[in-house]
């Protein structure tokens, strides 16, 4: 156990968080609610004892301990079958534990950043705008993927050394652990580069399931369009003249606003270097970069007209591709 650490959130509600260890090589992360069982888990944390902690509520959204009044925190007599690992001390997580770990935790991990992109814009429904760079991060142990979020942008440096404290752990679009900076709490803070040789950087699933290309349009199959919520951005259904947010921990019935409607379309295209002709499936945000390159908007009130005749009239890009699904990942332009 590492990291107990009192907080306090607008609303008045009190909760103190810290790291469990329940595996060599695994931690959870768990939410403790009840002031009385703070001195314990701080106990516990200070001798490097065991605990044992019974009829606790597990949040399975965020894989995390809740741990109630009614929940039983005490001194496990027994030996466990694992050693206290040396990081829950240390508090710096190496990158080989990090990918040990399951989605939702915060972190500290020293790193060095390698492989950062250019700045991109992302625009979501919920935030706008929103500012991004994709990297990695290596330490002697291994390497992760890591995206950093609007300020954090301007904060790190291809090949400089960092301390980076509480990123969060998550899942990229293959399914993988990677990093990203949560939008509070999270501090950087340049270190001294390490002394060991450190790893060559190992491909993710996405990097080995993606290829770049040269492209130029030919045609347009389909384009289309779909409402989502105003809240958070994900599907909708109508309900007769307002329209249903499909999501079980959103659930918000709201009028339909053009403003929220998310554009897709399917392009016949040919790879320029190859001349080897193939669909790609584009979906909002690559679409809306692909607009922004002519000074187009794309916006609710666009026709299905409007939006072939923008692709139609683009010149050459340079996209990243899914393999597997024809899906583009990225306009790099």
């Not at 939410?31 to 001195?39: G, M, R």
């Not at 935790?105 to 950062?116: M, Y």
């Amino acid at each position: 156990m590492h990291n107990v650490t009192g907080v306090q959130k607008p609303g008045k509600v009190r909760y103190t968080t810290c790291q469990l260890q329940t595996a060599e090589d695994v931690t959870v992360k768990a939410i403790c609610f009840s002031p009385q069982k703070v001195p314990p888990l701080k106990t516990a944390m200070e001798k490097k004892s065991p605990v044992k902690i019974r009829r606790y509520e597990f949040n399975e959204k965020f894989q995390n301990v809740v741990i109630r009044n009614s929940t039983a925190v005490s001194e496990h007599q027994k030996s466990l079958p694992f050693c206290c690992a040396d990081y829950l001390s240390d508090t710096v997580v190496p990158i080989k534990v990090v990918k040990s770990m399951v989605p939702g935790q915060l972190v500290t991990v020293k790193a060095k950043v390698v492989n950062l992109s250019g700045e991109k814009f992302v625009k979501t429904v919920r935030y706008g705008p929103l500012r991004k760079t994709l990297g990695t991060l290596i330490d002697p142990t291994g390497s992760i993927s890591v995206t950093f979020w609007e300020d954090s942008v301007d904060s790190v440096e291809n090949g400089k050394t960092y301390l980076f404290t509480n990123l969060k752990t998550t899942k990229d679009a293959s399914g993988e652990l990677c990093l990203n900076n949560p939008k509070e709490g999270f501090e950087v803070e340049e270190v001294q580069h390490f002394s060991e040789v450190l790893p060559d950087p190992e491909p993710s699933l996405l990097d080995v399931a993606t290829k770049d290309i040269n492209i130029s349009i030919i045609g347009v199959k389909t384009v289309g369009s779909f409402d989502t919520c105003a809240s958070c951005g994900g599907k909708v259904e109508k309900c007769g003249a307002l329209v249903k947010c499909l999501s079980t921990s959103c659930k918000l019935s709201q009028r339909a606003n053009p403003e929220n409607k998310r554009w897709f379309a399917r392009l016949y295209v040919q790879d320029v270097v190859t001349n080897e002709k193939l669909y790609l499936s584009v979906f909002h945000n690559e679409l809306d970069h692909i607009c922004k390159a002519q000074q187009k908007e794309i916006s609710g009130k666009t026709s299905e007209d409007e939006l072939t005749s923008i692709l139609l009239a683009s010149e050459d890009l340079n996209i990243t591709y899914g393999i597997n699904d024809s899906k583009v990942l990225q306009i790099n332009i």
